[in-house]
């Protein structure tokens, strides 16, 4: 059986602000506030910059199945938030007790490096903290799932005079829902795929 390759394309100048590679985690237990300084030691030389924003949680892909209901209490200490790590090349490391993240933000003079350079840098950064967890003897990740964010933001002015002209930018459901009195104004879309293995099974 022959194998098609896969093949990435490449846009000189994407409408792409910030792409974000992070991978969710069981908490780790025994991470605590010292844990968020003492990892910044590790990467302090290349993200000199610190900040700290409210924690995010994350919704588990249930790959197509049904959904279970549970009913749990977790506590959470107030003081773990998430930390921001950040350099002047547009990267962006985000760290909590059960999620680690790289982000690369579009800004002045700073080209997009395309996602080998960004997956090969969070790669690096994941071994990293891996390597820190083993060190301070604290327990193997749990990994849970990957997400992949690519942010685009395209003016109406690329495309044409207003929102009603989005049809010239991208293939979409037909937008005239042909009644004279209702003129476009936004449009919301979403779609969600599964990856499914040789057997059809999901796996993403």
Not at 77 to 101: E, I, K
Not at 116 to 141: M, Q, S
Not at 148 to 153: A, D, K
Request: hydrophobic share 40%.
């Amino acid at each position: 059986m022959s194998v098609i390759p896969i093949v990435h394309p490449k846009f000189s100048e994407p409408p792409l602000v910030e792409q974000a590679i992070v991978v969710a985690f069981d908490a780790v237990q025994g991470f605590d506030l010292s844990d968020y300084g003492l990892f910044w030691n590790e990467i302090r030389a290349e993200f000199p910059q610190t900040e700290t924003a409210s924690r995010l949680e994350t919704a588990v892909e249930n790959l197509g199945q049904d959904m279970l209901f549970e009913t749990g209490i977790t506590f959470m200490p107030m003081s773990m938030p998430r930390a921001f790590y950040r350099n002047f090349t547009g990267g962006l490391v985000q760290l909590q007790n059960d999620r680690l993240g790289y982000n690369w933000v579009k800004a002045d003079g700073i080209e997009y490096p395309h996602f080998e350079a960004t997956r090969a840098k969070f790669n690096e950064l994941f071994d990293k903290f891996v390597r820190y967890c083993r060190d301070r003897g604290l327990p193997e990740l749990k990994l849970r799932q990957c997400e992949v964010t690519n942010l685009n933001i395209i003016p109406v002015r690329d495309f044409g005079e207003s929102f009603a002209d989005i049809g010239k930018a991208f293939v979409v459901d037909p937008l005239n829902m042909k009644v004279p009195f209702l003129v476009n104004e936004t449009y919301t879309r979403a779609r969600q795929h599964l990856i499914i293995d040789s057997e059809s099974q999901p796996i993403g």
